[in-house]
T-cell receptor, first 118, second 109 residues
């Protein structure tokens, strides 16, 4: 079945540094990538949607200059948390969608990245 | 009002019990409905899709009532391994999945 490889799985960084999270679709073309974050005991909240080759669409309240998303190819999307602060500590997870034609879309999740900013 | 609402629980049940989770959604344009399972600190995994006609997969039964915008999940003969958080999810075709906060189930021996 479809697989999305997400790295790193866990990262601890100092406040003020930047962290890049990668999601690769291994055996299918991810035309759309959804980026979520999940705080403890909260639901997964959509941060942004990116389509290959175009700029990401950010949800209300998500700073596009802080959370940089690149989706330059059909198999790779990256999320960079710039100038990270402790309040950015969260579980970040990607979900790739590939169009199968019509209205039937599949969603494949990465395994998530647990970011801790100290 | 949140797009997808669930009772967070926790539901603490003994092995063998039957437990039911409910969920309501606010967007009447939602087209697809799912239950996902999430174990602690892991990515969510698809448990089953939900259809208006209802569907069953082993011990799991899901129902959808579009008129009431209500989704349910029934788990029969609970196992210890069923302990997890169950996420109610809705979407429109091609758009992002919208997650509920999740209902936590703890099955004990």
């Amino acid at each position: 079945g479809a697989v999305v490889s997400q790295h790193p799985s866990r990262v601890i960084c100092k406040s003020g540094t930047s962290v890049k999270i990668e999601c690769r679709s291994l055996d299918f073309q991810a035309t759309t990538m959804f980026w979520y974050r999940q705080f403890p005991k909260q639901s997964l909240m959509l941060m942004a949607t990116s389509n290959e080759g175009s700029k990401a669409t950010y949800e209300q309240g998500v700073e596009k200059d802080k959370f940089l998303i690149n989706h330059a190819s059909l198999t790779l999307s990256t999320l960079t948390v710039t100038s990270a602060h402790p309040e950015d500590s969260s579980f970040y997870i990607c979900s790739a969608s590939n169009s199968r034609g019509g209205s039937n879309y599949g969603y494949t999740f990465g395994s998530g990245t647990r970011l801790t900013v100290v | 009002r949140k797009e997808v609402e669930q009772d967070p629980g926790p539901f603490n049940v003994p092995e063998g019990a039957t437990v039911a989770f409910n969920c309501t959604y606010s967007n009447s344009a939602s087209q697809s409905f799912f239950w996902y399972r999430q174990d602690c600190r892991k990515e969510p995994k698809l448990l089953m899709s939900v259809y208006s006609s209802g569907n069953e997969d082993g011990r799991f039964t899901a129902q959808l009532n579009r008129a009431s915008q209500y989704i349910s999940l029934l788990i029969r003969d609970s196992k210890l391994s069923d302990s997890a958080t169950y996420l109610c999810v809705v979407t429109q075709a091609g758009t992002a999945l919208i997650f509920g906060k999740g209902t936590t189930l703890s099955v004990s021996s």
